[in-house]
């Protein structure tokens, strides 16, 4: 939900620590019309699960939300009071789940009071496996359940005296519930064949094990004796108890399409059996299947196909899944609808239906299509995030683009948002002004996936942008507002000399070879980082998109975002000086954040990559990521975009701007800046004894150079009335020395 926001960053006691560099979580508090966000940097939803647990064992549950855009698990403490909804995102309990695919239910099978983990299996094989939940502490932790089988899943046993494992797909979401009322949990879900339900009843208590024991055998498989044809929301229905519809008789002509559903299972009209609410991939609806039979014969015998009719119908474009849990701390369950598709979903709704009665005869009436997600920056499918000072005055401002938000029909809708940091240099806080911001929408039908960049392209002082795209080519648009003003560019020209990576550009301006020349970066689909030489001029930029032409386009580095397996990576790339030498980190397809060294001097050669998991950071598929220096306290923040829509940040150790190489005699003999801070100009000192010509470099808070020259003296003045207020970064290079000093601009 994006309107108007006013952040302020907080640090949460969340650490890692990896190839020395230190990571701690931020929290934002946003403003949106007046209302303060609770949940900002929460990552964005698309396609949530939702389930109850107690993560920090107080007695109060709170919620699990797994979305299976990213395999991304969320968790929020419970904060509300009776009749009220106030989850609060808790990062520091995600660690406590293992890692998980596809789709997830947390259900107490043991009766213990502490939810266990069932989940699709991590063995490549559609079945399900298990984890047991117990406290470590004050905090929800888990271990695998050992069934003792082939790929430590469910197994069942079948006629020709062998074993198979319980089948439950990538696509289908199961219902783990009582269905034979005998006081263990069995599992409800579409077989093989598609059309008709089977129950895989567990046999703990009839064996003798009570609830401790998950042992499983098919039970059922046309359970209720309904088909869901594929064709139609409406199922097929038998005449009565103990029959099972011959969908196959009724449709002789029929190919069966079981392309995915939903299941979720509770008892309605409190007369002990399991009622149904079905969602199918083909439709919009969710299909309220109503038992009138037994626990020992489920007979659906009635259904309301836009359920609920008597009041809001829940339609989402596809694929509907819904959810079972007391949202409100009022003792009643309520009725969480959402989508359950990968792709093309709804990406923006989450719709929470109070339940006005009691659970044992649960009435819903609608409340909201946004919940938790109005509590959320999330802009929709995608968020590429990116930092500039669009009005000169200092202070980084937050640029975030996406790849649509839904809409109907296979038509798009794709934005960048400016975000104006209206705060301090200490405070960053940052306001909306633009939801269009370059006037990009309006290409936003032929092409989508905006990835803006920017620099200084003609030498005139000021920021000019060049745009990635999802059809692999760049827009140029130049900076007619001149030094210290705000952002201001003439019409954009597209297909900019003729640079085409295939699809999905992501582009980075940066002098990668240290000559005085920004080059373009810029990562792509496939995976990899194609490298343009500017050729030309501080003036008049070159860069020959021709590889057999012009062999400083190249793939750079040797780098690939692409996993085993895959044929894409979606490379963004972002390389950072730090301590005078350039570092990679570069967001992939798989979310993963991949560090790579060894870059200068070596553009011809491999980078030696320092991690393929930065942080162990999680944060979903598709990761982009943005630093500056936001408190302007020498280190960089971290935003990191995903496909889900929202962004997640963190502080780093990572120095900002370009930083002082300890080994360099430059130091030890000693640059001097005076004044420092400065307001028109400051003068540089070199001691008398180091002659020759002297390099001055000047950079902003997120590395961008701003300027190159060189001198001969031993001193030398800047002038400063063309750089607004704020942190720079002068560094100076002399023989072989290098050294770099922190310049605050009043």
Same mark, same amino acid.
């Given at each position: 939900?994006?309107?108007?926001?006013?952040?302020?960053?907080?640090?949460?006691?969340?650490?890692?620590?990896?190839?020395?560099?230190?990571?701690?979580?931020?929290?934002?508090?946003?403003?949106?019309?007046?209302?303060?966000?609770?949940?900002?940097?929460?990552?964005?939803?698309?396609?949530?699960?939702?389930?109850?647990?107690?993560?920090?064992?107080?007695?109060?549950?709170?919620?699990?939300?797994?979305?299976?855009?990213?395999?991304?698990?969320?968790?929020?403490?419970?904060?509300? $009071?009776?009749?009220?909804?106030?989850?609060?995102?808790?990062?520091? =309990?995600?660690?406590?789940? &293992?890692?998980?695919?596809?789709?997830?239910?947390?259900?107490?099978?043991?009766?213990?009071?502490?939810?266990?983990?069932?989940? =699709?299996?991590?063995?490549?094989?559609?079945?399900?496996?298990?984890?047991?939940?117990?406290?470590?502490?004050?905090?929800?932790?888990?271990?695998?359940?050992?069934?003792?089988?082939?790929?430590?899943?469910?197994?069942?046993?079948?006629?020709?005296?062998?074993?198979?494992?319980?089948?439950?797909?990538?696509?289908?979401?199961?219902?783990?519930?009582?269905?034979?009322?005998?006081?263990?949990?069995?599992?409800?879900?579409?077989?093989?064949?598609?059309?008709?339900?089977?129950?895989?009843?567990?046999?703990?208590?009839?064996?003798?094990? *009570?609830?401790?024991?998950?042992?499983?055998?098919?039970?059922?498989?046309?359970?209720?004796?309904?088909?869901?044809?594929?064709?139609?929301?409406?199922?097929?229905?038998?005449?009565?108890?103990?029959?099972?519809?011959?969908?196959?008789?009724?449709?002789? /002509?029929?190919? !069966?399409?079981?392309?995915?559903?939903?299941?979720?299972?509770?008892?309605?009209?409190?007369?002990?059996?399991?009622?149904?609410?079905?969602?199918?991939?083909?439709?919009?609806?969710?299909?309220?299947?109503?038992?009138?039979?037994?626990?020992?014969?489920?007979?659906?015998?009635?259904?309301?196909?836009?359920?609920?009719?008597?009041?809001?119908?829940?339609?989402?474009?596809?694929? #509907?899944?819904?959810? =079972?849990?007391?949202?409100?701390?009022?003792?009643?369950?309520?009725?969480?609808?959402?989508?359950?598709?990968?792709?093309?979903?709804?990406?923006?709704?989450?719709?929470?239906?109070?339940?006005?009665? +009691?659970?044992?005869?649960?009435?819903?009436?609608?409340?909201?299509?946004?919940?938790?997600?109005?509590?959320?920056?999330?802009?929709?499918?995608?968020?590429?995030?990116? !930092?500039?000072?669009?009005?000169?005055?200092?202070?980084?401002?937050?640029?975030?683009? $996406?790849?649509?938000?839904?809409?109907?029909?296979?038509?798009?809708?794709?934005?960048?948002?400016?975000?104006?940091?209206?705060?301090?240099?200490?405070?960053?806080?940052?306001?909306?002004?633009?939801?269009?911001?370059?006037?990009?929408?309006?290409?936003?039908?032929?092409?989508? =996936?905006?990835? &803006?960049?920017?620099?200084?392209?003609?030498?005139?002082?000021?920021?000019?942008?060049?745009?990635?795209?999802?059809?692999?080519?760049?827009?140029?648009?130049?900076?007619?507002?001149?030094?210290?003003?705000?952002?201001?560019?003439?019409?954009?020209?597209?297909?900019?000399?003729?640079?085409?990576?295939?699809?999905?550009?992501?582009?980075?301006?940066?002098?990668?070879?240290?000559?005085?020349?920004?080059?373009?970066?810029?990562?792509?689909?496939?995976?990899?980082?194609?490298?343009?030489?500017?050729?030309?001029?501080?003036?008049?930029?070159?860069?020959?998109? /021709?590889?057999?032409?012009?062999?400083?386009?190249?793939?750079?580095?040797?780098?690939?975002?692409?996993?085993?397996?895959?044929?894409? *990576?979606?490379?963004?790339?972002?390389?950072?000086?730090?301590?005078?030498? !350039?570092?990679?980190?570069?967001?992939?397809?798989?979310?993963?954040?991949?560090?790579? +060294?060894?870059?200068?001097?070596?553009?011809?050669?491999?980078?030696?990559?320092?991690?393929?998991?930065?942080?162990?950071?999680?944060?979903?598929?598709?990761?982009?990521?943005?630093?500056?220096?936001?408190?302007?306290?020498?280190?960089?923040?971290?935003?990191?975009?995903?496909?889900?829509?929202?962004?997640?940040?963190?502080?780093?150790?990572?120095?900002?701007?370009?930083?002082?190489?300890?080994?360099?005699?430059?130091?030890?003999?000693?640059?001097?800046?005076? #004044?420092?801070?400065?307001?028109?100009?400051?003068?540089?000192?070199?001691?008398?004894?180091?002659?020759?010509?002297?390099?001055?470099?000047?950079?902003?808070?997120?590395?961008?150079?701003?300027?190159?020259?060189?001198?001969?003296?031993?001193?030398?003045?800047?002038?400063?009335?063309?750089?607004?207020?704020?942190?720079?970064?002068?560094?100076?290079?002399?023989?072989?020395?290098?050294?770099?000093?922190?310049?605050?601009?009043?």
């Amino acid at each position: 939900m994006i309107k108007k926001l006013i952040v302020c960053l907080i640090t949460l006691p969340l650490f890692y620590t990896l190839n020395g560099q230190i990571i701690d979580r931020l929290q934002a508090e946003f403003i949106v019309e007046g209302v303060t966000l609770k949940n900002p940097l929460a990552g964005g939803l698309n396609s949530p699960q939702l389930s109850e647990v107690d993560l920090n064992n107080d007695g109060k549950q709170d919620l699990f939300i797994f979305d299976r855009v990213g395999n991304k698990v969320l968790t929020f403490l419970n904060e509300g $009071n009776a009749g009220e909804s106030d989850y609060v995102f808790a990062p520091e =309990y995600i660690s406590q789940f &293992p890692p998980m695919e596809e789709w997830v239910l947390l259900r107490d099978y043991n009766g213990d009071g502490i939810v266990d983990i069932f989940a =699709y299996s991590d063995q490549q094989v559609d079945g399900v496996m298990v984890y047991t939940g117990y406290y470590d502490g004050d905090k929800i932790a888990f271990n695998r359940f050992n069934f003792n089988a082939p790929l430590n899943i469910i197994f069942i046993p079948i006629n020709n005296g062998g074993t198979t494992q319980l089948y439950v797909s990538t696509i289908d979401y199961p219902a783990v519930d009582d269905m034979d009322c005998d006081g263990d949990l069995d599992i409800l879900t579409f077989g093989l064949g598609g059309g008709y339900v089977d129950l895989f009843c567990n046999q703990s208590v009839e064996m003798g094990y *009570g609830t401790d024991s998950l042992i499983f055998k098919l039970c059922e498989s046309c359970w209720g004796g309904f088909y869901e044809s594929g064709i139609s929301t409406v199922v097929d229905l038998a005449a009565g108890p103990g029959e099972c519809f011959n969908g196959l008789q009724q449709d002789e /002509d029929l190919e !069966f399409r079981h392309a995915g559903s939903t299941l979720l299972t509770y008892d309605g009209d409190n007369d002990g059996d399991k009622e149904l609410i079905l969602g199918d991939l083909s439709f919009t609806n969710l299909n309220y299947l109503i038992n009138g039979g037994t626990c020992g014969e489920a007979w659906i015998n009635n259904q309301d196909e836009t359920f609920p009719s008597y009041d809001v119908v829940f339609d989402v474009p596809i694929y #509907p899944a819904s959810f =079972y849990l007391d949202v409100n701390n009022d003792g009643k369950k309520d009725l969480i609808g959402a989508v359950n598709a990968r792709r093309n979903a709804e990406d923006n709704e989450l719709w929470f239906y109070e339940n006005v009665t +009691s659970t044992e005869y649960p009435v819903f009436a609608f409340q909201d299509k946004e919940f938790l997600i109005s509590d959320m920056i999330d802009i929709g499918s995608g968020a590429r995030p990116q !930092f500039i000072d669009y009005n000169a005055d200092g202070l980084q401002d937050l640029i975030l683009s $996406n790849y649509s938000f839904y809409e109907p029909f296979g038509m798009f809708n794709a934005r960048v948002f400016l975000f104006e940091n209206i705060g301090t240099a200490a405070v960053p806080a940052f306001e909306l002004v633009n939801d269009d911001f370059l006037g990009l929408n309006a290409f936003t039908q032929t092409t989508r =996936y905006f990835a &803006p960049a920017f620099g200084d392209m003609d030498n005139d002082g000021d920021l000019d942008v060049i745009i990635g795209e999802q059809n692999g080519m760049l827009f140029y648009g130049e900076n007619i507002a001149g030094p210290n003003q705000p952002l201001q560019y003439n019409n954009l020209t597209y297909n900019y000399m003729n640079i085409n990576v295939g699809q999905a550009s992501t582009p980075q301006i940066v002098d990668l070879n240290r000559d005085g020349l920004l080059d373009l970066l810029i990562g792509s689909q496939v995976g990899r980082i194609s490298y343009y030489q500017n050729m030309g001029t501080a003036e008049v930029a070159e860069f020959n998109a /021709d590889p057999e032409l012009a062999p400083n386009q190249k793939k750079i580095g040797n780098v690939d975002a692409r996993i085993p397996g895959y044929s894409t *990576g979606f490379s963004t790339p972002l390389f950072v000086d730090i301590d005078g030498q !350039f570092k990679l980190f570069m967001g992939t397809e798989t979310g993963r954040i991949e560090v790579y +060294s060894n870059i200068d001097g070596n553009l011809d050669g491999e980078f030696d990559l320092d991690t393929e998991s930065f942080g162990d950071l999680k944060e979903g598929f598709q990761t982009h990521l943005a630093m500056a220096d936001l408190d302007q306290n020498g280190l960089m923040e971290l935003i990191v975009g995903n496909y889900r829509g929202g962004i997640s940040g963190y502080h780093t150790n990572i120095p900002s701007g370009v930083n002082t190489n300890t080994q360099s005699p430059l130091r030890n003999l000693g640059l001097k800046l005076y #004044p420092n801070p400065a307001a028109e100009r400051v003068t540089l000192a070199l001691p008398t004894e180091l002659v020759g010509e002297k390099i001055l470099e000047l950079y902003n808070a997120t590395g961008q150079q701003l300027l190159r020259r060189s001198w001969s003296g031993q001193r030398t003045e800047l002038a400063l009335d063309a750089f607004p207020a704020g942190i720079y970064w002068i560094r100076v290079l002399a023989g072989n020395g290098m050294q770099t000093k922190r310049l605050v601009v009043q």
